[in-house]
């Protein structure tokens, strides 16, 4: 089993919808969770931090489900500039990323 | 805003050749990795470093490898004898703790081994 496993998507929305995806991880022992968000051929940035009692960062929203051993993210109104490559990360002594989900907003 | 920092850009060099990604972590993290991505894969795991030490590493990360600080602000990831399937966007990241803050990383180096 991958130690972290994402949808691939691709996500193909228009502007203003709602997008959420999944992450799942295999290591209950996984200390803490982050989306992170990759543009093509850029590095990864910190997307936002995943607490177990759900938060949000504006028109993100994020949610962690420890006894089943998921990650969620939602964007709402979705915009141009959120197109990308949103990476889901759980560490314990290393990160472990997911392989991503595409997500595309069209105009 | 502190940032990681990575040298060069993009480095082309001949299959065999011995090659140096250097990268400055954010000044006041402990730790430090590296990860490579390659192209239209996933990002994946090197090794971390810790107090003048690996602390872990991949299976990537074989006897053609070796990480090194040589001084309080520089680290560096050495690539003995590239081969064509070192080809990657190879990453750096600093961290303030392990387990628990977030990871920052550099742009990336571009490595194209012909």
């Known amino acids: 089993r991958k130690e972290v496993e994402q949808d691939p998507g691709p996500f193909n929305v228009p502007e203003g919808a709602t997008v959420a995806f999944n992450c799942t991880y295999s290591n209950s022992a996984s200390q803490s969770f982050f989306w992170y968000r990759q543009d093509c051929r850029k590095e990864p940035k910190l997307l936002m931090s995943?607490?177990?009692s759900g938060n949000e960062d504006g028109r993100f929203t994020a949610q962690l489900n420890r006894a089943s051993q998921y990650i969620s993210l939602l964007i709402r109104d979705s915009k141009l500039s959120d197109s990308a490559t949103y990476l889901c990360?759980?560490?314990?002594?290393?990160?472990?990323f997911g392989a991503g989900t595409t997500v595309t907003v069209r105009a | 805003e502190p940032e990681v920092t990575q040298t060069p850009s993009h480095q082309v060099t001949q299959m065999g050749q011995e090659v140096i990604l250097r990268c400055v972590p954010i000044s006041n993290h402990l730790y430090f990795y590296w990860y490579r991505q390659i192209l239209g894969q996933k990002v994946e795991f090197l090794v971390s470093?810790?107090?003048?030490?690996?602390?872990?590493k991949s299976e990537i990360f074989d006897d053609q490898f070796s990480v090194e600080r040589p001084d309080g602000s520089n680290f560096t990831l050495k690539i003995r004898s590239t081969k064509l399937e070192d080809s990657a966007m190879y990453f750096c990241?600093?961290?303030?703790?392990?387990?628990?803050?977030?990871?920052?990383f550099g742009q990336g180096t571009r490595l194209t081994v012909v």
């Open positions: 990360v759980v560490t314990d002594y290393k990160l472990s």
């Open positions: 990241a600093s961290s303030s703790g392990t387990g628990g803050p977030e990871a920052f």
């Open positions: 470093f810790y107090n003048n030490e690996i602390s872990e």
């Open positions: 995943v607490y177990s």
